[in-house]
């Protein structure tokens, strides 16, 4: 594993959990959520290096606006998740 996988997979972990806190729900929830919507991917992986210059209240922020868009778009769309 290289060195930005593993800030990645961090920084993943930290906003996870700092964006279920608010929401009220488990860290394995929100995870389970964001990865039916390949969020944890397309989101926190890949935009990493945008991300990661924001506060921790940015990032839960953004994620909760981006798992209510997708979901809101599959619901829309007659799509299981």
């Known amino acids: 594993m290289t060195e930005?996988?593993?800030?990645?997979?961090?920084?993943?972990t930290l906003a996870i959990?700092?964006?279920a806190q608010p929401m009220g729900i488990s860290a394995t929830e929100l995870h389970n959520r964001l990865k039916e919507c390949d969020l944890v991917r397309q989101f926190l992986f890949d935009c990493y290096d945008t991300l990661r210059t924001e506060s921790i209240d940015g990032v839960a922020w953004n994620v909760q606006e981006a798992l209510r868009n997708w979901e809101a778009k599959f619901a829309k769309e007659g799509n299981k998740l």
């Open 17 to 19: 959990g700092a964006t």
């Open 4 to 12: 930005l996988t593993t800030r990645q997979i961090q920084f993943a």
